[in-house]
């Protein structure tokens, strides 16, 4: 086994793979090292890295014999779990071009998406996404063949486009067999500049678009993450990872495959979204990337928690977190190794946060990173005091997700660090971030307008993005479209105030509205739970999310959380409405990564938005 470091310096010195070959190599030398666990009625079950490519290539051998070439897609329409790995390995290593659905998509985004990228073969988890594809196999005829991961309800299904997935690696097999070399053959053939990946956009502003990553791009990545700073800090031999980054997600594949592939880590399969916390806790993994959104919760569930601890925790907390914020502080201004911060990291650790980030599943942690949208810097500096420190990246579907990240060496909260030595950034007139390197993806597929819009004549990526440089490091100022331009001419970040107000752990989301308006207002969403929980506690009796919503009670609670974030930062909501209802992606108000859909909640909720202006 090797360490980390040694994997580090095999890179430096060779480069990084794609995750094909990645895999191929790790099982010709570490055959029986575990790649992915999973849970099974309680029991978790082990693939090792021999297994791993040995059925990626019976999957590209079964391929191969229903007709797929080169370039051709396949999709994949499934929660994270060992058979997507699989499935995704022997796509690509056969030259063709894998293709992820979100599990939450619907059958007109199903339609949209297997039609758009011409994908012949779909890999689908369940009665559930098979159902979905099968309500729309009449607008699909390029569709050969759907392969299902889990059999329960579909026994009595009699289409001939239906098989089992253990059927399918039969086939497979059986073409193994008979020419073993095939899958290695055609894995040696692949140009680096074929498409690998095509990783759909959320599409906030219209339909999804079709993002074409290389397997150049997916090289490029593995070298450039693994030569990153923060992987000096990996000290545990055998990485373990908790995969629930959705898998067709640039950050998902980034984690899991790309860097988990490098690290030789092994993957295990979270039961469900539902269940990442119950996951982590029991894995405690030793490396641990996510989105803003699942270390909101896990900041919002620790401040609820304390709230009804006996009063000796409470104290204890209360003094602990002070001392580690403290040490987070001098830790920012004169680095990791400062004595006083690792002092007061030992005696926090001991006194309190031991069994807190045991709870949270990240008491191992090496590595922590956040990702794929903006997070508050007092979230981070939460876990910083706690002794996690997690470190903000950036990077886009279309720069195969990374660009920029801060490390020990270099952090400055608020900024997303600073570009990879091998990436070139500069801000445009207008402050839009551009970026040129070996991960800038090929183009959206079928759609040469946008593509040129996107990546100019020089190879430069325009990610759509408003930056500013403090000194080395780059901040995120909004997405340029969605800057706020008031009636006063003033320009306004709205996901700065935003990001402000979901530091409380009692919203959810927060949209701010001021667009050629006099001042700005909110549309806020409570976070259910832990608003209900403070609601029962004070004698609050409510039944539903509208009912507990329309509480005078937690009006005057969250209109103090209001207040709070007016505080930190230069701006001010003057009113803010409550959403009535929970938002969905389903009923288009939220895109598959849960970010907020504005132009939809704006035009839905134009009425209360209009009586904060009366």
């Known amino acids: 086994m090797l360490t980390v470091q040694e994997l580090m310096k095999e890179i430096e010195e060779k480069g990084g793979l794609t995750p094909a070959k990645k895999i191929r ?4 030398r570490f055959p029986e090292m575990v790649a992915m666990r999973e849970k099974n009625f309680g029991i978790w079950e082990e693939t090792t890295y021999s297994q791993y490519w040995e059925q990626a290539q019976w999957v590209g051998c079964a391929l191969d014999y229903y007709g797929i070439d080169r370039q051709d ?10 058979e997507w790995f699989i499935a995704d390995v022997g796509i690509q290593a056969i030259g063709a071009i894998s293709v992820g659905l979100y599990p939450t998509n619907p059958p007109p985004e199903v339609e949209y998406l297997i039609g758009h990228s011409e994908s012949k073969i779909l890999f689908a988890e369940d009665q559930e996404q098979v159902d979905k594809a099968l309500e729309v196999i009449d607008q699909l005829p390029d569709l050969k063949k759907i392969i299902y991961f889990e059999p329960r309800g579909l026994t009595t299904y009699d289409s001939p486009l239906l098989m089992t997935w253990e059927e399918f690696l039969e086939i497979g097999k059986e073409e193994f067999e008979k020419n073993p070399n095939l899958v290695k053959d055609k894995l040696e053939l692949i140009e680096p500049e074929e498409v690998a990946i095509m990783v759909y956009t959320s599409g906030t502003t219209g339909p999804p678009k079709g993002s074409m990553i290389t397997h150049a791009n997916l090289a490029w990545v593995g070298t450039n993450i693994m030569n990153f700073n923060i992987m000096k800090n990996v000290n545990t031999e055998q990485q373990e990872f908790v995969s629930f980054l959705p898998l067709c997600h640039i950050f998902g594949r980034l984690i899991d495959l790309i860097l988990g592939s490098h690290l030789l880590a092994t993957i295990n399969m979270a039961e469900s979204i539902d269940t990442v916390q119950d996951d982590l806790m029991e894995i405690q993994p030793t490396f641990f990337a996510a989105v803003p959104r699942i270390l909101e919760k896990m900041h919002a569930a620790v401040l609820v928690k304390m709230k009804d601890a006996s009063l000796l925790k409470r104290i204890l907390f209360g003094m602990s977190l002070k001392l580690g914020t403290y040490a987070a502080e001098r830790k920012l201004e004169k680095g990791f190794q400062d004595p006083l911060a690792k002092l007061i990291d030992f005696i926090t650790w001991n006194v309190s946060f031991r069994s807190i980030t045991k709870k949270l599943g990240i008491s191992k942690v090496d590595v922590a990173a956040s990702g794929a949208a903006p997070i508050a810097p007092e979230v981070l500096k939460f876990f910083m005091a706690l002794g996690v420190p997690i470190f903000e990246g950036y990077g ?3 720069n195969t997700g990374y660009a920029t990240g801060n490390d020990y060496d270099n952090i400055q909260l608020g900024t997303v660090g600073v570009p990879n030595k091998e990436c070139e950034l500069k801000l445009a007139d207008d402050g839009e971030i551009l970026i040129r390197h070996g991960g800038v993806f090929k183009g959206y597929f079928k759609n040469e307008e946008a593509t040129r819009e996107t990546i100019d004549e020089d190879g430069w990526l325009h990610t759509g993005d408003v930056g500013e440089m403090h000194g080395k490091f780059i901040k995120i100022v909004d997405r340029k ?4 331009i008031t009636s006063g001419g003033k ?3 709205p996901s700065e105030i935003e990001n402000a107000l979901k530091v409380s ?3 959810k989301d927060a949209i701010v509205i001021g667009d050629q308006r006099k001042f700005l207002s909110a549309l806020i969403a409570i976070e259910f739970d832990t608003v209900s929980n403070w609601a029962l506690r004070k004698g609050i009796t409510h039944t539903t999310y509208r009912d507990l919503s329309e509480k005078e009670q937690v009006r005057e ?11 930190h930062t230069a701006l001010e909501i003057r009113k803010f409405e409550m959403i009535p209802k929970e938002l969905d992606h389903e009923e288009g108000e939220l895109t598959a990564t849960q970010k907020i859909k504005r132009n939809v909640l704006e035009e839905q909720f134009s009425e209360l938005i209009e009586s904060m202006y009366k």
């Open 481 to 484: 479209k969605d800057i706020i």
């Open 491 to 493: 320009n306004i970040s």
């Open 557 to 567: 609670l969250v209109g103090k959380e209001v207040i709070r974030a007016n505080e």
């Open 396 to 398: 886009m579907t279309e």
């Open 505 to 507: 752990p009692f919203i």
């Open 73 to 82: 897609s396949v999709a994949i329409h499934s929660e994270n779990r060992p």
């Open 25 to 28: 190599e790790t099982a010709e």
